[in-house]
């Protein structure tokens, strides 16, 4: 195994890279692929609290993005407020949804969660479809504002900038994760996931550690969805679709839950074959499912347990 320091080295070395690549790269479609990346990866990370933390697999995520994105996009639009508050109330307004939303579901656990939790995504898609005096239905919303910095002549609505702004709440997630990671909390969830009624036992409450832990993750989605609408700028009720979901749990999965570097690997690999299998359209999903199919099967840990493989073998050499 790596000692700490080394893996600090690590994620520092990491992040410098991503800082100079836009410097390296010049190229503003690529930086449009890097932007979207950075933003899925901290939905990835989001959702990988639930799966691979708690163990529960959840179909309703991409609601709370969603959520989050017509949040801030008529909160911001509507009520005229500075579009910086608009990642704050997404997180909160989600958060709000996923403490409500948790309380029921996270009293069932297994194949019943996982309906459960699409039933909800669902419904919530569907309110946002058919809402349309507020949220414009099937339309969307769109000309969302940009976030702006006029004092610097900032504008995020251009890729070059907005891949800084969206990296920097990556790593605000990433250190959040790493911190539970080695918390107290971020141990209970674990013996939560492997042994509820062992945990149960020595005096954790892991009905309580479940609703916290999805209520900090639907809040970190709410925030990606801010990020999302307001540098996309329109935004319609298919972000809470099963096609969004679905890519976020093969972030996850292939990348490798209950990692911190898994979902990062794993939005990577989704982003780039996403732009590679454009061209064959629909077909994309297959070879998507293929991939999945295959990660479970023959590499249950994910892309990121071949490093971990590798280090192994280096190290009995």
């Not at 320091?5 to 690529?30: K, M, Q, Y």
């Not at 939790?117 to 669902?122: E, I, R």
Request: aromatic share 12%.
């Amino acid at each position: 195994m790596t000692s700490q320091p080394s893996r600090n080295w690590a994620w520092g070395l990491a992040l410098l890279g991503a800082l100079l690549a836009p410097l390296v790269v010049g190229n503003d479609f690529i930086l449009h692929m890097m932007t979207l990346w950075a933003i899925y990866s901290l939905l990835a990370l989001s959702l990988n609290i639930i799966i691979g933390y708690l163990g529960e697999l959840s179909f309703g995520h991409a609601a709370f993005f969603g959520i989050g994105a017509y949040t801030s996009a008529l909160l911001v639009m509507n009520l005229g407020l500075p579009v910086w508050w608009g990642p704050v109330l997404a997180g909160v307004v989600a958060g709000l949804f996923g403490l409500v939303i948790g309380f029921v579901a996270l009293r069932i656990v297994g194949p019943q969660f996982a309906i459960l939790t699409l039933g909800f995504g669902a419904i919530l898609q569907t309110i946002t479809n058919y809402w349309v005096d507020v949220t414009r239905g099937p339309m969307g919303i769109s000309q969302i504002p940009a976030f702006r910095i006029d004092s610097l002549g900032l504008d995020f609505a251009l890729a070059q900038n907005m891949y800084f702004l969206a990296l920097g709440f990556l790593v605000l997630g990433i250190y959040a994760c790493r911190a539970l990671e080695k918390s107290r909390t971020g141990r209970a969830y674990v013996a939560v996931r492997e042994n509820p009624e062992l945990a149960q036992s020595i005096g954790i409450d892991t009905f309580r550690t479940k609703w916290m832990a999805f209520t900090v993750a639907t809040a970190m989605a709410g925030v990606g969805g801010s990020l999302y609408g307001h540098y996309l700028r329109v935004i319609t009720p298919e972000l809470m679709s099963l096609t969004y979901m679905s890519a976020l749990v093969i972030m996850v999965i292939v990348g490798g839950k209950g990692t911190t570097l898994g979902p990062i690997v794993g939005a990577l690999v989704y982003i780039v074959l996403l732009e590679w299998l454009r061209a064959v359209g629909s077909w994309r999903m297959v070879v998507f499912a293929a991939l999945l199919i295959g990660c479970v099967l023959f590499l249950p840990g994910g892309l990121v347990s071949l490093w971990q493989r590798l280090l192994q073998r280096r190290g009995r050499s």
